[in-house]
Every structure is written in C-alpha cells, then in structure tokens.
C-alpha cells in the first residue's frame, strides 16, 4: 500500500519526494543544506551528476510503500525512463534548519 506523498511525517522528506515527483529541480535544491552529500547503492556518488541523471534528465518518480525512523528512512517503488521500476531504500540526514545534508539510496 502506497503512503500519500502529503501524509509522509517528516516535512522534509516530504518536500523532496514532491519535487522529484513534480520534477521541481528548484524546489528540489532549495532543501539540500550547502554541501549536501549522497550515496547510491553503498558509494558516495557526485550529487549534481546524480540527481541530472537519475531524476531530472530521466523523470524520477517515487512511490513511498513504507517509512521509519520518524519519517527519514523510506522503502519505495523508484522509477526512471533509465532503469524502469525498482525497490528503493532512502535515509535521509536533516539538519535543525530543516534541509538536508546527506541521502542514500539503492536496490532495497
């Protein structure tokens, strides 16, 4: 069962699946904190590379199945034009100022 992207917990992993979902590369950037890092599948990967390729070039979509860890661990169905349908897991790392500092991703 799909969680609706408006009853995610936290207010900012909730930001960030609405703008790749709404391919909102503003909004999106505007909740990575300064020197924001990302990992996929277990390596730390360019982030600005990253999100072009995986998300905004290739119309990222998520679909969040299930969250934990007060809303900043996700386990959710990702899709791109790139690979097709997959079983994701996110972790997010949120600041005090509500943006985000790190995420990690891969094949859940």
Do not use: C, K
């Amino acid at each position: 069962m799909t969680i609706q992207t408006s009853r995610l917990t936290d207010p900012t992993v909730r930001a960030f699946v609405t703008a790749v979902n709404a391919h909102d590369r503003e909004g999106f950037m505007s909740i990575l904190a300064p020197g924001a890092t990302m990992a996929d599948d277990g390596s730390d990967r360019d982030l600005a590379d990253w999100i072009d390729r995986e998300i905004f070039s290739s119309n990222g979509h998520m679909e969040v199945d299930n969250e934990s860890n007060n809303g900043r661990d996700l386990l959710a169905s990702y899709r791109n034009d790139t690979y097709g349908e997959m079983r994701t897991h996110w972790h997010f790392e949120v600041e005090e100022d509500g943006r985000i500092s790190r995420f990690e991703t891969g094949q859940a």
